[in-house]
């Protein structure tokens, strides 16, 4: 079993629909969460780091649920350039790495 | 341009032979870090410096591959002897020094894509 698992989609959705992802992590010692993304050909970037209590950047809201092990993105009235791989993203167990384990990414695709 | 840096960004070679990647980390930044991402997948950690010293390497690093920051700035990924299932992106990655428990941002730079015929 991956140690964080996403569905790979793609999502296909028309602009300005919401869409959501989910994400689920085995270790329960995982210490950080975060929402990366990554364009086609490209390096990944730091979208957002998820709280328990939930954290909102503009459209973007993110949500962790640490009992479930369960980590979500909300994206509010989807734009062109919202299309992109989507990663889910925890640190390893014990701070000192700091090694980020990732999911395999889900593609959002946005249709005019 | 202020951000990491890698070289080559694309290299094609025949199975069998050497080749050598480099990374330029953000100047001030104390960890340096080296991933593999293959076609569908997530990038998945091979190996991370903190200033010259190597302090953990993945399973995934064979002893074919090797990577040194002899100063702790650059770093070298070198794999010998290449095999098509070497082919993939590797992303190289740096960040400050975290806290205890603390996590500092991993800014990752445009990949070295490599294809082994």
């Known amino acids: 079993r991956k140690e964080v698992e996403q569905d790979p989609g793609p999502f296909n959705v028309p602009e300005g629909a919401t869409v959501a992802f989910n994400c689920t992590y085995s270790?329960?010692?995982?210490?950080?969460f975060f929402w990366y993304r990554q364009d086609c050909r490209k390096e990944p970037k730091l979208l957002m780091s998820?709280?328990?209590s939930g954290n909102e950047d503009g459209r973007f809201t993110a949500q962790l649920n640490r009992a479930s092990q369960y980590i979500s993105l909300l994206i509010r009235d989807s734009k062109l350039s919202d299309s992109a791989t989507y990663l889910c993203?925890?640190?390893?167990?014990?701070?000192?790495?700091?090694?980020?384990?990732f999911g395999t990414g889900t593609l959002l695709a946005v249709q005019p | 341009d202020t951000g990491v840096s890698q070289d080559p960004r694309h290299k094609i070679t025949k199975r069998g032979q050497n080749v050598t990647f480099r990374c330029d980390p953000i100047?001030?930044?104390?960890?340096l870090y080296w991933y593999r991402q293959t076609l569908g997948q997530g990038p998945e950690f091979l190996t991370y410096?903190?200033?010259?010293?190597?302090?953990?390497k993945s399973r995934l690093l064979s002893d074919r591959f090797s990577a040194e920051r002899p100063k702790g700035s650059f770093s070298t990924l070198e794999i010998q002897r290449t095999e098509q299932g070497d082919s993939a992106m590797y992303l190289c990655?740096?960040?400050?020094?975290?806290?205890?428990?603390?996590?500092?941002?991993?800014?990752f730079g445009p990949g070295t894509r490599l294809t082994v015929l």
């Open positions: 990655a740096s960040s400050l020094l975290p806290g205890e428990w603390a996590f500092n941002e991993q800014f």
């Open positions: 270790n329960s010692a995982s210490q950080s």
């Open positions: 998820v709280y328990s």
């Open positions: 993203v925890v640190t390893a167990y014990g701070g000192a790495t700091n090694k980020l384990i």
């Open positions: 100047s001030e930044h104390n960890r």
């Open positions: 410096f903190q200033n010259e010293a190597q302090l953990e």
